[in-house]
């Protein structure tokens, strides 16, 4: 279960206690801001406003979670064994 002010830092790879079907919401924002979408403003730009910014949420109705994703300055780092 997700709690309130919870903070996890992604790449390419699901956060391991993230939920799945959150991670399934969210991961094509992940990636477009972790590939550059950093640069420019996302939805158009016309309700956010601020670079490297993206708002979503899950799609569970009934649990609904809103999630702000944000850009740093991290490297990202391959801290798993990727699956080929």
């Not at 790449?11 to 590939?35: R, V």
């Not at 109705?61 to 699956?83: C, H, Q, S, W």
């Given at each position: ?26 991961y ?26 993206a ?30």
């Amino acid at each position: 279960m997700l709690r309130e002010g919870q903070v996890f830092y992604a790449d390419y790879a699901k956060p391991e206690s993230l939920c799945d079907e959150a991670w399934k919401a969210i991961y094509q924002y992940i990636f477009a801001l972790a590939h550059g979408a950093d640069k420019q403003v996302f939805y158009y730009g016309d309700w956010i406003k601020t670079h490297g910014i993206a708002i979503c949420s899950c799609n569970d109705g009934l649990r609904p979670v809103i999630f702000k994703l944000e850009t740093t300055d991290e490297e990202a780092v391959i801290n798993y064994k990727p699956v080929v």
